[in-house]
């Protein structure tokens, strides 16, 4: 008795919204800070997705990974992850990057 399905994979999609400081800082010129100043950016990661998403990495294109890995996240979960950083005179405006994963049966 044969069984027969077509897997459908889902659309997988990831959202991250960065603070700077608890203010969404997207356009200038944002919190004022200064080179010695401790600066908290907050990034709040959504799976908009409709599968489960595994190991998700956000990295800042400045500061490198941020610390902190989401192991798995349900569509629609939201994850907040921070980072401390000391301010340089050579910061300005980091965007972020994403690598996310996710199972197909």
């Given at each position: 008795d044969p069984s027969h399905y077509i897997g459908v994979p889902g659309d997988p999609a990831i959202d991250i919204e960065k603070l700077t400081e608890g203010e969404d800082a997207d356009r200038p010129s944002g919190p004022e800070l200064f080179a010695g100043d401790d600066v908290t950016w907050t990034y709040i990661v959504t799976n908009s997705g409709d599968v489960d998403l595994f190991d998700i990495d956000v990295a800042d294109d400045k500061e490198g990974f941020i610390k902190a890995e989401i192991e798995s996240t349900k569509g629609d979960e939201v994850n907040v992850l921070t980072e401390k950083h000391e301010v340089?005179?050579?910061?300005?405006?980091?965007?972020?990057?994403?690598?996310?994963?996710?199972?197909r049966d």
């Open positions: 340089s005179n050579r910061d300005q405006g980091p965007q972020f990057l994403s690598s996310d994963f996710y199972e």
